[in-house]
């Protein structure tokens, strides 16, 4: 069965302050590995998709890094409109995808 | 492009009601599924569709029934609601026939509330 558990359930920072998220996960073959943001009220807004150990990709102040057990999404120097829930899930053997509770962030200015 | 459009946005239903809720996509794809969202507990899948006429269960999937009768529509029916099926529902879809490898787009989810 594939797992997904992220922490921190909540992280509070200062506009500016850098800092990680974490996503760790076990499945069986994992064909992908997603992150999500999740505005109030919204549905997800896809960020990433990783699909091997050592893989990163980034996008604006956000950079996902995979290895064989988790994955980090960076956040640098972020703007009180980073503030959201932060998803991640997993795609493994079967033809799901298998979510984290989330890490809900606010920036605060 | 609408995207995937999920309707109602709220309802309330007494217990023992039945209802349907609609999801459309516009960008033909051939992946689509449920899922709810309960407080601390994630998103977790009901039933998803590989295509037209093409269903299956995934981790939750009691107390719903779903059909797939065009590429475009995906409804998810209550057959007998129950307080345990107060949510928020979401409807994705994704380009091929499984989330592997490619983005899923979200409706804009319903709030459901069984009292």
């Known amino acids: 069965e594939d797992q997904v558990t992220q922490s921190p359930e909540a992280l509070r920072l200062q506009e500016g302050e850098s800092s990680s998220l974490n996503c760790s996960y076990t499945?069986?073959?994992?064909?992908?590995l997603f992150w999500y943001r999740q505005d109030p009220g919204k549905g997800p807004e896809f960020l990433f998709t990783l699909y091997s150990a050592g893989e990163e990709k980034e996008k604006e102040r956000l950079k996902a890094t995979l290895t064989k057990k988790e994955s980090f999404l960076h956040i640098t120097a972020p703007k009180p409109e980073d503030s959201a829930t932060y998803l991640c899930a997993v795609s493994g053997s079967a033809r799901q995808l298998t979510f984290g509770s989330g890490t809900q962030l606010t920036v605060l200015p | 492009n609408a995207g995937v459009t999920q309707t109602p946005k709220f309802q309330v239903l007494k217990t023992g009601q039945s209802m349907t809720l609609q999801c459309a996509q516009d960008m033909n794809h051939e992946y689509m599924s449920w899922y709810r969202q309960d407080p601390g507990m994630g998103l977790r899948l009901i039933h998803y569709?590989?295509?037209?006429?093409?269903?299956d269960q995934g981790e939750v999937p009691n107390g719903y029934n779903v059909s797939r009768s065009t590429t475009e529509d995906f409804p998810l029916r209550l057959l007998s609601a129950a307080p345990s099926q107060t949510s928020v529902y979401f409807c994705a879809s994704s380009y091929g026939t499984a989330p592997v490898n490619t983005e899923a787009f979200f409706g804009q989810g319903t709030r459901l509330t069984v009292v």
């Open positions: 499945v069986s073959g994992l064909r992908g």
């Open positions: 569709s590989v295509g037209a006429g093409i269903t």
